[in-house]
């Protein structure tokens, strides 16, 4: 299945004035990540549940997510949408998906009306690398690449590949789907800045587990269209790790250099 059809949700059936439910979805398995369905594709899919009942003058501010437990591919699950609170400027929503009675994945997305403000701060943080004719980071290795890489072009230009003992702890480089989509939507943004793998796992000497326990996202709304063939530019750094814990920042900037995103994560790793 393509990223869009993964991304197209049927409508939501109500279960009260605040609450709705989406049932019978399936991650096919080559958008695995281990045991487990690729994380990006996952948070997207609850965003696009949630998206369906948010006017679209409200966009997206922020959007976390908790890996609580693993999403089993081909295997039926639900998302359930709920309310918060909606004021006059913000909304509050979160999805929870569920599989065989257990609780996988848990977002919580804010959205708010762009309003006139006298205050303004423009955005500094810019980057120099060159833009990429065609993705150079993870060669497929059964059993060891995740299958959902297939569906990504990654160009590193800083960092290691994963497992090779590195002493650096940072990834720069530019990422775009592999096969473009219809159109590039939050959704499709939150699923493909995921497809980086934690910035720890270049330092370790041998294939070991590791996983993102908690994901933050900021979203800053550019006034202009993205094409869906455009390269983003991708760079994570660590800020601490010890206890196996790590904990990374990142930032995205579309083909222009403006910033379209800051991401958070904790990671666990099993070294």
Not at 137 to 144: A, D, G, L, N, R
Not at 182 to 201: E, G, R, S, V, Y
Not at 212 to 218: G, R, Y
Not at 219 to 225: A, L, M, R
């Amino acid at each position: 299945m393509t990223v869009d059809e993964l991304l197209t949700l049927s409508s939501l059936e109500a279960l009260s004035e605040n609450q709705w439910k989406v049932d019978n979805l399936i991650i096919p398995s080559n958008w695995a990540q281990g045991r487990t369905a690729f994380g990006g594709i996952s948070a997207g899919m609850a965003y696009s549940a949630i998206r369906q009942k948010v006017s679209e003058e409200r966009v997206l501010r922020s959007f976390t997510t908790n890996f609580v437990g693993p999403l089993s591919p081909d295997t039926p699950f639900s998302i359930e949408v709920t309310l918060l609170r909606e004021g006059k400027n913000v909304s509050q929503y979160t999805a929870h998906a569920k599989q065989n009675g257990k609780s996988c994945v848990f977002v919580q997305a804010c959205f708010g009306i762009g309003r006139k403000s006298g205050i303004k701060v423009e955005n500094q943080d810019t980057h120099d690398m060159p833009v990429p004719t065609k993705g150079k980071f993870i060669p497929q290795i059964p059993k060891v690449t995740p299958k959902f890489l297939r569906h990504f072009d990654l160009a590193i230009d800083k960092g290691g590949i994963p497992f090779t003992r590195k002493k650096t702890s940072v990834y720069h480089g530019h990422m775009r789907f592999k096969k473009p989509p219809a159109k590039i939507t939050d959704a499709h943004i939150i699923t493909m800045i995921d497809a980086w793998p934690p910035t720890l796992l270049q330092m370790m000497k041998l294939p070991a587990p590791a996983s993102t326990v908690s994901w933050n996202l900021e979203f800053i709304h550019p006034h202009k269209q993205v094409d869906p063939t455009d390269w983003f530019a991708y760079q994570a750094h660590t800020r601490q790790a010890e206890d196996g814990y790590g904990h990374t920042e990142a930032t995205i900037w579309d083909k222009d250099n403006e910033v379209v995103a800051i991401s958070r994560q904790t990671v666990a790793i099993f070294d």
